[in-house]
Structures are given as C-alpha cells and as structure tokens.
C-alpha cells in the first residue's frame, strides 16, 4: 500500500516539477511516508522513475495482450490498443507529462539508457503485432514494420499531447477518429 502511494505521489511531483527539480523529501512528503519508507521500497529518485516509466508501459502491455487474443478482426484490435493508448495517456495527464517531456529532459545517462531500453522493448511488442497481423491477414500492407511501429507510437504521443493543450477544440471522440483512421489507412490495402 505505501509503495503505490508513493509511486502516485512520485508521477504527480515528477510531472509537477520535472525530474531534476523532484525530491525524495517532497515525494515522502506527498505520499504522506516516512522518508525511511520511501527509501526502503526505492533506493533513489533514478529507480522510481524507471518503476513509474515501466509501470506504465507494463499496463498498457498487458491491456493490448489481452485484447490480442480475443477472436476479433484485426481492425478491432487496433481500434482497442488506440484506446488502451488514449486511456493512459489522456486519463493519467501527470504520467502523460513525464512520458512526453521528461524522457529525455537531461536525465542522467544510466537512467536514459534503462529508459530507452523499456521503450525499445514496448516498440518491439508493437512491431510483433504488426507482423501477426501481416501474416494472418491479407489486407495489411507489407510495410516495415519497425518503421511503423515507431511512427504509430509516435503518432498517439504527439497527438495525446496536442489534445491535451487543446481540449476545448477536440473532443475525445475527435481525437479517436482522427487517430484510427491515420493509423488504419497507413496500415490497411484499400479495399475500393
């Protein structure tokens, strides 16, 4: 229980004050935890954020598997990881705000490295998708699929946090059929 308050308070601080100007006081402070607490579940500011960066991408891993392996058309599984994408991000604005501006906001090299591995690792789980669905399906067009992952990724990150600033312009359904059909037409074979 003290570890998720402290992994709660630790996203709203670091998006708050970004990952240079966060502190182990603030965060215990926050969390409402003895700083011995705090230091027992995480030895340092580096090994939580790698927890929270990884927590995240962890969730929505194991949301999309889920959905992968439900008898449902290819287009129905993306449509379902675009939402799994919108949820984390648009649901959970302070995670959103360290995901989009401090990944690579001076952070310590070590901690940029592990923290580029996990997004390595998340990329490549999208790449494995892409080339199920090439190879189950008939209509995907045979693009790298590396190359689109990155760019389907990169298209949610960039558009979540344009909405984000813009949210009295787009509604949230906007924001889906904006994204579905971006990413399905780069993806599918016209079938007219």
């Given at each position: 229980m003290s570890k998720d308050k402290?992994?709660?308070a630790a996203i709203e601080v670091f998006s708050e004050n970004g990952y240079h100007r966060a502190s182990m006081d603030e965060i215990?402070?926050?969390?409402?935890?003895?700083?011995?607490?705090?230091?027992?579940?995480?030895?340092?500011?580096?090994?939580?954020?790698?927890?929270?960066v990884k927590q995240g991408?962890?969730?929505?891993?194991?949301?999309?598997?889920?959905?992968?392996?439900?008898?449902?058309?290819?287009?129905d599984k993306i449509t379902r990881t675009i939402n799994h994408y919108l949820d984390l991000f648009l649901e959970s604005r302070h995670f959103s705000h360290i995901v989009f501006n401090e990944l690579s906001n001076g952070i310590e090299q070590d901690v940029l490295?592990?923290?580029?591995?996990?997004?390595?690792?998340?990329?490549?789980?999208l790449v494995a998708i892409?080339?199920?669905?090439?190879?189950?399906?008939?209509?995907?067009?045979?693009?790298?699929?590396?190359?689109?992952?990155?760019?389907?990724?990169?298209?949610l990150q960039n558009t979540c946090n344009f909405y984000l600033n813009h949210q009295v312009d787009y509604s949230r359904e906007d924001l889906e059929r904006f994204l579905f059909t971006m990413i399905t037409e780069g993806l599918f074979i016209s079938t007219k």
């Open positions: 402290i992994i709660q215990a402070l926050r969390a409402q935890v003895a700083k011995g607490t705090l230091y027992y579940n995480f030895p340092g500011k580096a090994q939580l954020f790698k927890t929270i991408f962890q969730r929505i891993t194991e949301q999309i598997n889920a959905d992968l392996c439900a008898p449902i058309p290819l287009k490295d592990e923290l580029k591995q996990i997004r390595s690792e998340h990329l490549q789980f892409l080339e199920e669905g090439k190879s189950e399906e008939n209509f995907l067009r045979d693009l790298d699929s590396h190359l689109a992952a990155a760019s389907i990724f990169g298209t």
